[in-house]
């Protein structure tokens, strides 16, 4: 082989290296993927979640809940509560643990498409959106602005195309739609038609599910349709802490479970002012408050589809101000993920909240800490994980598209370290160093793996500071803005066809233009 052929077929082998390792690998190679098994973060003993365990027990035995609607009343009577003269609702530990032994060890959240369910089940773990922010972040101005419809439709667009975000639960509200049947109407309807994964969505009024499912039976081509595969879920603060049923919330839980859609159940107490300020006594209460949403949703339909949602906040004790990217928060999470374990039950809580008002070093580290943690202790269903700032306040499509790639280094986090025959490497060791070329760079070991084993940020900067100067310095926020930018420029690929657009829109006032 002379020099020019031998040129050309390393130019070759080259070539087609990067063409194989630029190409997409199947689901079941690829580094990280949704529903991968966490649960290697244990911060509670077994000792200390059976005394957690009985602590919730206790506080239902004894304290219980008030201020149930009289059909909760009814339900829950009927399946064993106690009502007392004082008007709370007690739980018997034996009617608790009977619910347990028989409430879903497993619930689907189904997408439009079927391409990307979720399986809640054991350590599986799941990263989304989530959240009521009123403000959007205007990373040009750094400015706050009130969020309208349009951003939640562009969230949802950008959602779609980023890999790492599994699910889209509303993270703001609609502050251009003063109605606010109209609002619940035009989120459903901006989500779904912006992404085909797997939508969370909340009402304001229980009178609104049944026109709200009305359109969710148009979009899925009819109420069969719709009951086999619901792929949108209520997220439903059914509590208000501490202690207490959200009256007009549970009316909408119980209208929801009705039409087969499934309930996240959500209970938010905030440390040191609706719960109690040490991390396992707001636990507790999170937990007993969502021990009786468990309750509840089987009384109401046995067997229905509920997420156990245990969402404790932190709170910085000097100022009163909610400290979502905190240590605390972070220690919260982790611990409630621990208590879906030892239920197993499927389950969900907060982590990635930014109290930074911008996509700065502080919102990073923030979101960092609650995002991995969260994700090794094996939450199903990492709710608020991307986009969110200002302690839930502000939302950020740059911030998105960022988390797109912390989420992806969490992730890998979450994989953990696989130790086999071929990872332990001792025949490549001893071939690399007796007679070898000293170092493994271009090994066909190194190539082989490097796409199955290693996570590569999209827009992180890995070049050494000579490329990024030669690069005119590339600034990570102007990265995201013209990814954002790209993303939008596209139609959206969820959106409906046209007969069962000018369906729902002849049938509900839309406001997105056509």
């Known amino acids: 082989m002379n020099d020019q052929t031998r ?3 390393r130019a070759g082998g080259r070539s087609a290296r990067r063409a194989a390792r630029s190409a997409a ?3 079941h190679l690829r580094p990280i993927r949704p529903g991968m098994s966490g649960g290697a973060l244990n911060l509670l003993s077994q000792q200390d979640m059976e005394r957690i365990h009985a602590a919730a027990l206790d506080a239902l035995e004894r304290i219980g809940l008030a201020d149930a609607p009289q059909s909760g009343i009814d339900y829950l009577v009927g399946a064993g509560c106690i009502l007392g003269e004082d008007k709370r609702i007690r739980f018997p530990r034996a009617l608790v643990e009977d619910t347990l032994a028989r409430a879903n060890r497993s619930v689907t959240l189904y997408s439009r498409d079927g391409k990307t369910d979720l399986e809640l089940a054991g350590t599986r773990v799941h990263y989304g959106t989530a959240g009521a922010a009123v403000h959007m972040v205007d990373v040009d101005g750094r400015e706050y602005r009130d969020s309208t419809v349009q951003d939640l439709h562009d969230a949802s667009r950008i959602c779609e195309r980023l890999d790492n975000i599994h699910f889209v639960q509303r993270p703001m509200v609609c502050r251009d739609i003063s109605d606010n049947f109209e609002m619940d109407m035009n989120t459903i309807y901006a989500c779904c038609s912006g992404t085909y994964k797997h939508v969370g969505v909340s009402f304001t009024d229980p009178s609104y599910v049944a026109p709200a499912i009305e359109m969710l039976h148009m979009i899925a081509g009819g109420e069969a349709n719709w009951r086999e595969r619901p792929f949108v879920s209520n997220s439903n603060c059914f509590v208000v802490p501490p202690m207490k049923f959200a009256t007009e919330s549970c009316l909408v839980m119980e209208e929801c479970i009705k039409h087969g859609m499934p309930v996240l159940l959500l209970s938010a107490g905030m ?3 609706t719960a109690p300020s040490t991390v396992a006594g707001a636990i507790v209460q999170a937990v007993a408050e969502c021990l009786a949403g468990l309750v509840y949703v089987n009384a109401v339909k046995p067997g229905a589809p509920a997420i156990f949602g245990t969402w404790p906040f932190g ?6 101000a909610m400290t979502g990217g905190s240590g605390e928060q972070a220690l919260l999470t982790a611990g409630c993920a621990q ?4 239920y197993d039950l499927p389950g969900g809580a907060a ?3 930014a109290d930074s008002k911008l996509p700065d070093m502080q919102a990073g580290w923030e979101q960092m800490c609650s995002n991995v943690m969260a994700g090794l202790s094996g939450l199903n269903m990492v709710y608020e994980a991307a986009g969110m700032h200002a302690s839930l306040l502000g939302f950020c499509h740059e911030s998105l598209i960022l988390s797109d790639d912390l989420i992806g280094q969490a ?3 979450v994989r953990g370290i696989e130790v086999t025959d071929e990872t332990l490497a001792v025949d490549q060791i001893a071939e690399v160093c007796l007679g070898g070329s000293g170092h493994y ?4 070991q190194t190539l082989g793996r490097m796409q199955v084993d290693y996570v590569y940020p999209t827009l992180g900067d890995r070049t050494s500071p000579k490329e990024w100067v030669e690069k005119d310095k590339p600034d990570l926020i102007a990265k995201a803005v013209a990814r954002k930018e790209a993303i939008l420029a596209e139609r959206s690929a969820a959106r409906f066809d046209p007969v069962t657009d000018a369906a729902i829109r002849a049938k509900f006032n839309i406001h997105l233009a056509p």
Do not use: E
């Open 7 to 9: 040129s050309t077929a």
């Open 25 to 27: 690998l199947p689901d």
């Open 271 to 273: 440390a040191g002012a």
């Open 315 to 320: 709170l910085d004790l000097r100022t009163g």
């Open 339 to 342: 208590m879906h374990r030892f």
């Open 351 to 353: 982590a990635g909240i």
């Open 411 to 413: 992730l890998r986090c």
């Open 441 to 444: 760079l271009g090994t066909d």
